[in-house]
């Protein structure tokens, strides 16, 4: 009865799909335990796919578009082994859970405006947010799949400290800087002119003689640091104004002080006190997600290899290429 049903699907699923002149056809091109696959869903991915390679400055050449067309076709057959393991296990993910997750997600990357992460994300990953909620969906059910029928032992401190002196040229740089801040009243030019005309002079008025610390007390804006001396300490470039972080990361010398910079709200001159790698407090839990899901991927792959074993799975893709 089951493989009739996954037959019938196969014949059943060669309708019209909506196209310039109703011309396009939808077929299935796989069949996992009678739950049917459609082209158009693989095709769709694998032209998100080239997409995303492109804007990496990633050119796939055709010879190689039937290799990742069937590793994309291969994604498809394991999300349907999830799902219908989640659906065995009455796994369901609501939508609460999925807001959660894009909450954590938002808060890692500084992210606090919700249109913000959506631009982001639609742009980054070339598909709409409600298909990006989908994805996330799915990746949820795979890992409570496996948390029911593997399990994944959380890393340990010693291997999160391990991961980070291996790793420490890659977790990136927190720079001690003071800045001296002027802000804009308004957007015109007289005023743009009148800004960059008193940071001259500050400017002046340090290279003669005064210090950094005394020309920030007393001319410098940003409250929050201009009794410091405009200290602002440790920081990390993600967490600062885009135009303000570019001038400060070809900073290298200490005190070194930068000329008049533009950012988005004003105009800075930086000094410049030293660069150190991020300290492991503040990114051990980015580390330990990231030892967590290696783990996770490595079981995973590992499921996902014996279900497909297991189950009934059909390929009608003509030109698929085995892994």
Known sequence: MKNKLAWSAVFLCLLPVKGEGWELFDRVIAVVNDRPI?????????????????????????????YHKSRVLDSFIEDSLFE?????ESII??????????????????????????????KSENMSFEEYREQVRKSIIREMVMSL????????????QEWYKKNIDKVGYEFNINHIFLRLRNKTIAEERRVNNEMKAIL??????MSFEEAAKRFSEDVSSKGKGGALG??????????LAMQIFGMNKGGQLSGIIKSGEGYHIVKFNGKR???????????FSILYNERMNEQMEKWAEHKRKE????IFMDDYVLN
């Open 204 to 209: 002046a008025k340090i290279n003669s003689g």
């Open 277 to 287: 790698p991020v300290p492991f407090e503040s990114i051990k839990d980015i580390i």
């Open 149 to 160: 029928a593997v399990g994944v032992n959380p890393p340990s401190e010693q291997q999160a």
């Open 311 to 314: 189950s009934d799975v059909k």
């Open 234 to 243: 440790w920081v990390k470039l993600h967490e600062i104004d885009r135009l």
């Open 84 to 88: 219908q393991m989640a659906e065995e």
């Open 38 to 66: 459609l082209e158009s869903e693989v095709h769709q991915r694998f032209e998100r796919f080239i997409q995303i390679q492109q804007k990496k400055g990633k050119k796939i050449p055709p010879s190689k578009f039937s």
């Open 93 to 122: 993910v609501s939508d609460e859970k999925i807001d959660d997750h894009i909450e954590k997600l938002m808060k890692r990357y500084n992210i606090s405006s919700l249109n913000e992460f959506k631009n982001k994300i639609e």
